[in-house]
């Protein structure tokens, strides 16, 4: 991924919390409310799954995308302090995984070596 897609996903963040503030659904939220989420997390990653199958890789990136706006969502839906050290925690601990502490297992996830 380049520098220019890496500055478009920031400004995808922005839009999505612009979003979530217009139309009064910033957090943070219920458990509840949250729960509402997921069908709507569902339905893009269905999206997601037909257009790998079968539309062109435009459509793949448009619904990648898309699963990617609703969970930026869901964050926007949280603690922004809560956020900002899950963000952190998750960065730190994928950046600290080697080839030699981990390695791609059979369905092509990376996991820590046994």
């Given at each position: 991924m380049d520098t220019r897609a890496l500055e478009r996903i920031a400004s995808l963040a922005a839009s999505v919390q612009d979003f979530h503030q217009r139309f009064g659904l910033a957090g943070?939220?219920?458990?509840?409310?949250?729960?509402?989420?997921?069908p709507i997390q569902d339905e893009e990653v269905r999206e997601l799954h037909q257009a790998i199958l079968h539309e062109s890789p435009e459509r793949i990136a448009s619904e990648a995308v898309d699963v990617l706006y609703v969970a930026i969502g869901t964050l926007v839906c949280l603690d922004p302090d809560l956020v900002a050290a899950a963000l952190?925690?998750?960065?730190?601990?994928?950046?600290?995984?080697?080839?030699?502490?981990?390695?791609?297992?059979?369905?092509?996830?990376?996991?820590?070596?046994?």
């Open positions: 943070p939220h219920s458990r509840e409310e949250l729960l509402s989420r997921i952190a925690e998750v960065i730190d601990k994928n950046g600290a995984k080697t080839e030699r502490t981990h390695h791609i297992n059979a369905a092509g996830k990376v996991v820590r070596r046994s």
